[in-house]
């Protein structure tokens, strides 16, 4: 079974600063997915960046990008130019390659972080 | 609009009524997921939906019945709940079978038994 950890229960930062959110995951698969998922007070998920493991290239999304360390079992957020709309719950979630074929996807979730974005 | 639309928004229940969550997405997806989300826990998974076919229940207890009459609703019935069942019911879909296919998420509703 996949586990999924995130040891920063709260974090804050000031808008326009950089932070980055920690992710550790636990599993015997080669091929899998990353993904961080964020959920403001709205209660929708949504993604925010997917990373695929047999990629070595950390994935960006304009703001946003990974430090994946496969070797590691690591797989952090940084968040560049944080804006007051980026206050939300940040969730790290693990997929297994191919059980999308299956069944869809299958997401493993971590515990999440709360980011607070002050003015 | 989300493409994925949860009622009610919040419901209140006693132990004894029975109650209905509803989840509709118009997305064209084939695959439909009831996730629950615990305070200071991992969201967790409860039942998901291929092509109107449950293909997994996470050992959920029967006092929750999930229901998909075709693939762009899914419901979850509710009876005789006990008060840690009080928490944020998710609702997801995604393509299965699609590459890469990310899951869509509704606004959740928060549920509440007293």
């Known amino acids: 079974a996949q586990t999924v950890t995130q040891s920063q229960p709260e974090m804050s930062v000031q808008e326009a600063e950089t932070v980055t959110l920690s992710c550790t995951y636990d599993t015997s698969e080669n091929n899998y997915y990353l993904f961080w998922y964020k959920q403001p007070p709205s209660r929708q998920m949504i993604l925010v960046i997917r990373?695929?493991?047999?990629?070595?290239q950390n994935a960006t999304e304009n703001r946003f990008s990974v430090n994946f360390q496969k070797a590691a079992k690591s797989f952090s957020l940084k968040i560049s130019d944080s804006q007051l709309g980026d206050t939300a719950m940040y969730f790290c979630a693990f997929m297994k390659h191919g059980i999308q074929e299956t069944s869809g996807s299958r997401l493993t979730f971590g515990e999440g972080t709360q980011l607070t974005v002050n003015p | 609009e989300t493409g994925v639309t949860q009622t009610p928004r919040h419901l209140v229940m006693g132990m004894t009524n029975k109650k209905s969550l509803k989840c509709e997405q118009h997305?064209?997806?084939?695959?439909m997921y009831w996730y629950k989300q615990s305070a200071k826990k991992p969201l967790e998974l409860m039942f998901v939906?291929?092509?109107?076919?449950?293909?997994e229940n996470n050992s959920v207890p029967s006092r929750f019945s999930p229901e998909c009459p075709n693939s762009s609703h899914l419901f979850l019935h509710l009876h005789t709940l006990q008060p840690e069942d009080s928490a944020l019911y998710l609702c997801?879909?995604?393509?299965?079978?699609?590459?890469?296919?990310?899951?869509?998420f509704g606004n959740g509703t928060r549920l509440t038994v007293t």
């Open positions: 997305l064209g997806h084939n695959a």
């Open positions: 990373q695929e493991a047999y990629k070595q």
């Open positions: 939906y291929n092509f109107k076919e449950q293909t």
């Open positions: 997801a879909s995604t393509t299965a079978g699609a590459y890469n296919s990310p899951l869509h």
